[in-house]
């Protein structure tokens, strides 16, 4: 069984800094894409960032392009992101996932961590 276990999130003021954690179990982790979403109150589950199987290719929105960056470190079975220039529309449930692809829509992806809340004060 896959497991994904995320942390680091936390209240952040605005402009801050946050780096958030996701440790996938199992010994395939290598040979899938890793993959960052969120969530706010009462909207649908948004795509924030891709990383490739290797971790040299990576994708992200348009909203968060230039502040945030995906990373892995495969020794670790680990993805990161980390997060810069915060703004409270970041606020969000963050997750973390496994994918086939480095793709931007959720079905792409098969097992999803239970998140990690991330609030950014204005």
């Known amino acids: 069984q896959v497991q994904l276990v995320e942390s680091g999130g936390g209240l952040v003021q605005a402009g801050g800094s946050l780096r958030l954690t996701c440790v996938v179990s199992?010994?395939?982790?290598?040979?899938?894409?890793m993959g960052w979403f969120r969530q706010a109150p009462g909207k649908e589950r948004d795509f924030v960032a891709a990383?490739?199987?290797?971790?040299?290719?990576?994708y992200y929105a348009d909203s968060v392009k230039g502040r945030f960056t995906i990373s892995r470190d495969n020794a670790k079975n680990t993805v990161y992101l980390q997060m810069n220039s915060l703004k409270p529309e970041d606020t969000a449930l963050y997750y973390c996932?496994?994918?086939?692809?480095?793709?931007?829509?959720?079905?792409?992806?098969?097992?999803w961590g239970q998140g990690t809340q991330v609030t950014v004060s204005s």
């Open positions: 996932a496994r994918g086939r692809t480095m793709a931007g829509r959720a079905n792409d992806y098969d097992y």
């Open positions: 199992g010994r395939t982790f290598s040979s899938y894409a």
């Open positions: 990383v490739s199987r290797s971790g040299s290719s990576t």
